[in-house]
């Protein structure tokens, strides 16, 4: 069976800091991957998604970026974090682009002060 | 925004009373999905009703789709106070490659 992994868990950093986060998929091939931002409260935001190795589409202009170095790998990174960067980061895959559900990562918690 | 709306955004019921929580989008759709989180947790697929149908069934759970009038609803029978989460709708709008997701419905059954 395909499961998630999504790491690390809680994340507090101060403001200028880098930042990585790490989603892996297991039990599954080339899977669409996308990373979501959920703010408190709030609906997800959809930050990146990518059908393949080295293929990331952006959604919104942000300080953020992702990568895709392996085909079950998917990074979401930031060379200097803002405030506005804090929020609940959730990792999700999908086997089909047009149709199909989405599996969700248990997400990571990032406070940026 | 191209996202769904859900209303209401919070919902109080009492164990083993309907819930019903309605959404709203506005373009043309593939399909439209129903989600549940837990708080702090990363959401759940609960149900995918296609823009050809009308209404689903799964368990406690009944969604209808009126696309002419763009908006969907989640009927949850017989509550239980695990179904206290949050619950959210998403499109697959016509020819994109992703999910809008609405700002979702908070539910709390209270036992």
């Known amino acids: 069976s395909q499961t998630i992994h999504q790491w690390p868990a809680t994340l507090v950093q101060p403001v200028g800091s880098p930042l990585s986060l790490e989603c892996t998929v297991e039990g599954t091939s080339n899977p669409n991957l996308y990373w979501y931002r959920q703010a408190a409260g709030r609906g997800l935001q959809l930050l990146f998604y990518?059908?393949?190795?080295?293929?990331i589409s952006s959604e919104v202009p942000q300080n953020l970026s992702a990568s895709r170095p392996q085909d079950r790998q998917f990074i979401l990174s930031s060379k200097k974090l803002l405030l506005s960067d804090s929020g609940f980061y959730l990792c999700?895959?999908?086997?089909?682009?047009?149709?199909?559900?989405?599996?969700f990562g248990e997400g990571s918690r990032l406070t940026v002060l | 925004s191209q996202q769904g709306e859900e209303d209401p955004q919070a919902l109080s019921i009492q164990e083993g009373e309907n819930a019903t929580m309605n959404c709203s989008y506005k373009?043309?759709?593939?399909?439209l999905q129903w989600y549940r989180q837990n708080s702090g947790r990363g959401l759940v697929h609960l149900i995918l009703i296609r823009s050809n149908e009308r209404e689903k069934h799964s368990g406690r759970l009944r969604v209808t789709l009126d696309t002419s009038k763009k908006s969907s609803s989640l009927l949850i029978t017989a509550s239980r106070a695990a179904d206290t989460a949050s619950y959210f709708c998403?499109?697959?709008?016509?020819?994109?490659?992703?999910?809008?997701f609405g700002t979702g419905t908070r539910l709390t059954v209270i036992p």
């Open positions: 373009t043309s759709i593939n399909n």
């Open positions: 998403a499109t697959r709008r016509t020819g994109a490659n992703n999910l809008f």
């Open positions: 990518s059908v393949g190795i080295g293929q």
């Open positions: 999700a895959w999908g086997g089909s682009l047009n149709t199909g559900e989405l599996f």
